[in-house]
Nanobody, 122 residues
Framework: QVQLVESGGGSVQAGGSLRLSCAAS????????MGWFRQAPGKEREFVSG???????IYADSAKGRFTISRDNAKNTVYLQMNSLKPEDMAVYYC????????????????WGKGTLVTVSS
């Protein structure tokens, strides 16, 4: 079992920045591929960014150039630095972990956190 706890959400104005953190416990963190998803009200959960156990990163088109994912295996934590935030980025952001592949689709993800809310005002 892996437990994931997100933090760092909050309210910002458009153009602002936030850094989300996801702390993992329960299994060797370095063995897991990690991902960030988000879900806006009335919409389906969608992929934002992912990072493999070896550090390879991937981004949704909506995140490219504005968001940066990183991991610190010594701290069992994955981060999502979000810059130039837009009102359409407002959502609950979820951390995901999977030992087999970088989580990019909702179905089949082994572990989820409970989410952290990001609010962006225009």
């Amino acid at each position: 079992q892996v437990q994931l706890v997100e933090s760092g959400g909050g309210s910002v104005q458009a153009g602002g920045s936030l850094r989300l953190s996801c702390a993992a416990s329960g299994r060797p963190f370095s063995m897991y591929n990690m991902g960030w998803f988000r879900q806006a009200p009335g919409k389906e959960r969608e992929f934002v960014s992912g990072i493999s156990w070896s550090g390879t990163t991937i981004y949704a088109d909506s995140a490219k150039g504005r968001f940066t994912i990183s991991r610190d295996n010594a701290k069992n934590t994955v981060y999502l630095q979000m810059n130039s935030l837009k009102p359409e980025d407002m959502a609950v952001y979820y951390c995901a972990a999977d030992p087999r592949k970088v989580p990019m689709v909702v179905s089949g993800v082994d572990y989820w956190g409970k989410g952290t809310l990001v609010t962006v005002s225009s």
